[in-house]
């Protein structure tokens, strides 16, 4: 038998065996098998040199053309098997889409969120627009202009972060308060008659516990006008009073101190829980504080861009947080900024 006869023989063998590779590793198997460097085809070089001189031209076209059309088929093969292995794992990963869908999980509103935006809604139908401030103040926005030296005893009422600055240049800090909002707008209204809600959060140096936290929110309340007199304040405050926790609810002023503030109040409502007859959340006083207020200081007015013997405002802070534990009946505000969901989801 001749050379040719045995490479028309493999030929047909090798083809044969190739269309039964149905993956990436029988194709390895073959190709090592037929073409590789101890393979079939590698076997049948060795022969021509055995041959006669006149022979091997013709014999060594037959070994190339094997080889070639070897080479050419592989290559049929891998495409034909990589187009499989593609549509098995696109079967593998198509969707079914008479199945079921799966309903989304639909988030809420931050009980703080919904306690600002509650807040926000009532002034504002009082006639108060609401003024953003910044977050990072000076100390004089924060202290000083608020009627607080720098010797001043009620600085100490909070523990401050301040920030680093260059030697010389003025303290920065986060605002302990959103007091300093009203110095402001204030600035930026005065001589004008003013009515603002400042929203916005708050930092203080302090142990985390049930009633502390680092971070909070306040809402400030500010109004500047003539003949602004503690009677409208306390109306103000009785009738957001009423709009949030319902027409009944009793109230009541108790003399109290601010430093920016003269005369100042603490506004409580009767506990709602207990109905004025003492319980552990009211601490059995029947009451329960929920803001600070108080007419603006003269120096505060000053301060502010504001004659004070022409005009006159009153001021006022609360903690959504504390309004939305109390609405809400939350006992520890470390919730607030844990992200867990299952506190979250209780809050449609």
Not at 222 to 250: H, N, P
Request: hydrophobic fraction near 40%; glycine fraction near 10%.
């Amino acid at each position: 038998m001749s050379i040719g006869d045995d490479l028309q023989r493999l030929r047909a063998q090798a083809v044969s065996q190739l269309d039964a590779a149905h993956d990436s590793a029988a194709l390895a198997e073959w190709k090592g098998r037929y073409l590789g460097k101890q393979g079939e085809l590698a076997r049948l070089s060795r022969g021509l040199g055995a041959l006669a001189p006149a022979e091997r031209p013709a014999a060594g076209q037959q070994f190339n053309a094997t080889r070639s059309a070897l080479e050419e088929a592989l290559a049929i093969a891998e495409q034909r098997v990589k187009h499989a292995a593609q549509h098995d794992a696109f079967e593998a990963e198509a969707l079914d889409i008479t199945l079921p869908g799966r309903q989304p999980a639909l988030g809420r509103l931050h009980p703080s969120t919904q306690t600002l935006r509650s807040i926000a809604a009532v002034f504002g139908e009082m006639g108060f627009q609401i003024w953003e401030s910044p977050e990072v103040e000076t100390d004089a926005f924060n202290f000083g202009l608020l009627n607080m030296p720098a010797d001043h005893p009620a600085r100490d009422m909070w523990d401050t972060f301040y920030l680093d600055t260059p030697p010389g240049s003025e303290r920065v800090l986060l605002r302990t308060h959103t007091s300093p909002g009203q110095i402001h707008a204030m600035r930026h209204h005065a001589p004008h008659p003013i009515r603002v809600i400042l929203p916005g959060k708050c930092y203080r140096y302090e142990q985390i516990t049930a009633r502390h936290e680092m971070q909070f929110h306040q809402v400030e309340g500010l109004a500047v006008g003539e003949r602004i007199s503690l009677a409208d304040l306390k109306g103000t405050l009785v009738g957001f009073a009423r709009r949030l926790y319902g027409q009944a609810v009793r109230t009541r002023f108790r003399g109290s101190y601010f430093p920016f503030t003269e005369p100042s109040v603490e506004f409580d409502i009767e506990c709602f829980l207990c109905g004025g007859d003492g319980c552990r959340v009211c601490k059995h006083s029947g009451w329960l504080e929920i803001l600070g207020a108080g007419m603006v200081h003269p120096n505060v007015l000053r301060n502010g861009g504001y004659d004070p013997a022409r005009v006159s405002g009153f001021a006022f802070g609360m903690g959504p947080e504390r309004i939305a534990m109390l609405r809400y009946g939350i006992d520890d505000i470390r919730w607030f900024f844990s992200g867990d969901e299952r506190f979250l989801q209780q809050f449609g």
